[in-house]
């Protein structure tokens, strides 16, 4: 049997990475249905790539030269972020929030995420605190919020996922 730390580090995998993947394809819909261009991570792993180089604040990051493999970079570290929020989830709540999961902790979380772009991603890559430099910052702002909204659904649906994975024998009810 495995030990605490490596079911807490196989739940946040599973539920991270599904919660990604239903943020992914919610841009997706976003873009077929709203015309809403989806984001670029090779901008968050040229981003990435820059900071070992000691640069960390960009103006803007479209405008730093790319680097080589920076779609890849920011494709894993999209990924790894899921991941994370999903261990600050269990964390918080325990294993006991997959054997019974609930929206409330996962919508918190979920929408607790929007600090990483607002206050750290957006200032580094130029668009200002919270897209405040960007041409439209409110439906910036609302964009970044939904999105982490469904990220937060996201985790409560594949917390459910990790549930019937992990516990076979329990029903959904």
Do not use: C
Request: proline share 6%.
């Amino acid at each position: 049997m495995a030990d605490h730390t490596t079911t807490m580090l196989i739940h946040a995998t599973v539920i991270g990475t599904g919660a990604t993947l239903v943020m992914d394809a919610w841009a997706m819909l976003r873009k077929r249905l709203l015309g809403v261009p989806a984001l670029n991570y090779g901008m968050v792993g040229r981003w990435l790539a820059w900071l070992p180089r000691g640069r960390f604040h960009h103006q803007p990051i479209a405008a730093t030269p790319s680097v080589r493999g920076e779609q890849a970079i920011g494709w894993i570290a999209h990924y790894l972020t899921g991941i994370a929020f999903a261990g600050i989830l269990l964390g918080l709540w325990g294993l006991d929030w997959v054997r019974q999961p609930t929206l409330a902790p996962a919508l918190i979380v979920g929408i607790g995420s929007v600090a990483a772009p607002f206050l750290l991603m957006q200032p580094a890559m130029g668009a200002g605190i919270a897209a405040s430099r960007t041409p439209r910052p409110n439906l910036a702002r609302l964009h970044s919020l939904v999105t982490h909204a469904v990220f937060g659904v996201g985790m409560y649906a594949a917390g459910w996922a990790a549930r019937l994975i992990a516990y076979p024998g329990w029903s959904l009810a």
